[in-house]
């Protein structure tokens, strides 16, 4: 990687207005594995220039960033290793990794969506797990119950699913995703500035055992959403109010992608769950993204960023399973 001299000093602007979540640790049956252990995190600061090209949310359901955010093509160092029927809890977060935190902003309401492939993704390779929309209609001004507000927030960050029955081993990446809809009501290509925010995440495993069941044919992304789709432009004000905005007013919400994969449990139940065994504080993250430029910085204090240098970032997947390489800093 090209890195150029220092350049300048700029002052790190408060990320927490963007709302960002993303999984900070993945419990295998009720066990922490650990501060981002298997996961694909995306960039999470923004940096001084924390507009345009978000990390994350992704708005574009045509970018390759929809199948596992900015980044996601990068692998993380270590693979959480699960058998058929363990029960897995992802734990998302936003500033910190303890109960203190709002994991998503109050205003996100929106379903929540689990898909599993296998590891690299191919054509169609996506298959859906577990999904969660508006769960129950109340009367106007509430917003009615929606999953990543009264359920995933209400629970602390806590989103559950069990790997399928007799699984064959292998390497997977499971995809979860939260999607907000408080500026859903047009389509991103319609108005860049408003449009649905997808904050899919990837979780690498690996499956062991002698399971026999393969995946059947799923979904790609990007490719499975579109703007068409009723459930990717929605207007949960309208949905409540009854009041034609936009979009069209109904008080049902159809939530996108495919049906649910009849291999996976019909029911995720919450098990109990460790404390945390790392920290609960992400360090900062020395880089951002803007229009497929990474810039790259250093941090004195969590106050001060330095400039360090850019390099352009493609998303670049691999068609063939690749051996993560061992813990480095990414950039
Ligand atoms: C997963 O949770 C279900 C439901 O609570 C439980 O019956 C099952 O034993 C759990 N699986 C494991 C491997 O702990
Ligand atoms: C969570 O972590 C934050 C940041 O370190 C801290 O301010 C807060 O008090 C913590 N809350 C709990 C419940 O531990």
Request: net charge negative; hydrophobic share 35%; proline share 9%.
């Amino acid at each position: 990687m090209q890195v150029r001299a220092p350049l300048l000093i700029l002052p790190l602007l408060c990320s927490n207005a963007l709302a960002h979540t993303f999984i900070w640790g993945v419990f295998v049956n009720g066990i922490d594995q650990g501060l981002f252990k298997g996961i694909r995190t995306p960039p999470y600061n923004g940096g001084p220039n924390a507009g345009g090209y978000a990390n994350s949310p992704i708005k574009d359901i045509d970018s390759i960033d929809l199948r596992c955010n900015v980044m996601g093509d990068i692998q993380a160092p270590d693979t959480i290793k699960v058998q058929p029927g363990d029960n897995l809890t992802f734990d998302w977060h936003h500033d910190y990794r303890n109960d203190s935190d709002d994991i998503i902003a109050f205003s996100h309401h929106g379903p929540s969506l689990i898909y599993i492939s296998p590891d690299p993704p191919t054509e169609n390779s996506f298959v859906k797990l577990w999904h969660e929309g508006l769960y129950e209609t109340l009367p106007f001004p509430q917003p009615g119950k929606w999953s990543t507000t009264a359920d995933i927030r209400a629970n602390h960050g806590k989103m559950n699913v069990r790997v399928p029955k007799n699984l064959k081993a292998g390497f997977y990446l499971i995809r979860a995703e939260m999607i907000a809809f408080h500026e859903g009501e047009v389509a991103y290509t319609k108005n860049p500035r408003r449009g649905a925010q997808f904050y899919p995440n990837c979780v690498q495993i690996e499956v062991v055992g002698d399971g026999t069941v393969q995946l059947p044919e799923g979904v790609s992304f990007p490719g499975a959403y579109k703007y068409e789709d009723p459930g990717v432009v929605h207007d949960i004000y309208c949905s409540t109010e009854t009041k034609t905005r936009t979009a069209v007013c109904t008080t049902t919400y159809p939530i996108p992608g495919p049906t649910i994969w009849s291999g996976a449990w019909a029911e995720t139940t919450a098990v109990p769950l460790s404390p945390v065994t790392d920290g609960t504080v992400a360090t900062p993250w020395s880089t951002w993204i803007q229009n497929s430029v990474v810039t790259s910085a250093s941090y004195s204090d969590r106050k001060t960023v330095t400039v360090v240098g850019t390099s352009r970032y493609e998303a670049k997947w691999s068609t063939t399973y690749q051996t993560p390489a061992p813990a480095t800093k990414r950039w």
